[in-house]
Nanobody, 128 residues
Framework: QVQLAESGGGSVQAGGSLRLSCAAA????????WGWFRQAPGKGREGVAS????????YYADSVKGRFTISVDQSKKTFYLQMNSLKPDDTAMYYC?????????????????????WGQGTQVTVSS
């Protein structure tokens, strides 16, 4: 059973940067693909970025494209979300997630139902 743990959240001013990390444990084959989601107060969970296990095929929600970058370090069983040019609208609880290594159409990789394991979440707050 894969277990995920996020870190790196915090409070920043608009225009600032943060890097979130997600460490995976309890896996033997690392045959998973990865995603980041977020949930703002009073809103549903939104897919932010996804990537295949080897770091290929990154895909982003339009709201973060050009500002966020997802990456993978297989040797550390960790993946990341670099967030630049942060806006107050980026304020949310951020979750990392894992899904089995299957190809999906890009848009489907941001669908939470495709993911089988989730981290506990890390808060990101961006002030204006």
């Amino acid at each position: 059973q894969v277990q995920l743990a996020e870190s790196g959240g915090g409070s920043v001013q608009a225009g600032g940067s943060l890097r979130l990390s997600c460490a995976a444990a309890g896996i033997t084959d690392f045959l998973y693909n990865w995603g980041w989601f977020r949930q703002a107060p009073g809103k549903g969970r939104e897919g932010v970025a996804s990537v295949y296990l080897d770091g290929s095929g990154p895909y982003y929600a339009d709201s973060v494209k050009g500002r966020f970058t997802i990456s993978v370090d297989q040797s550390k069983k960790t993946f990341y979300l670099q967030m630049n040019s942060l806006k107050p609208d980026d304020t949310a609880m951020y979750y990392c997630a894992a899904r089995r290594n299957l190809w999906l159409p890009p848009e489907a990789t941001l669908t939470e139902e495709k993911y089988l394991a989730w981290g506990q979440g890390t808060q990101v707050t961006v002030s204006s």
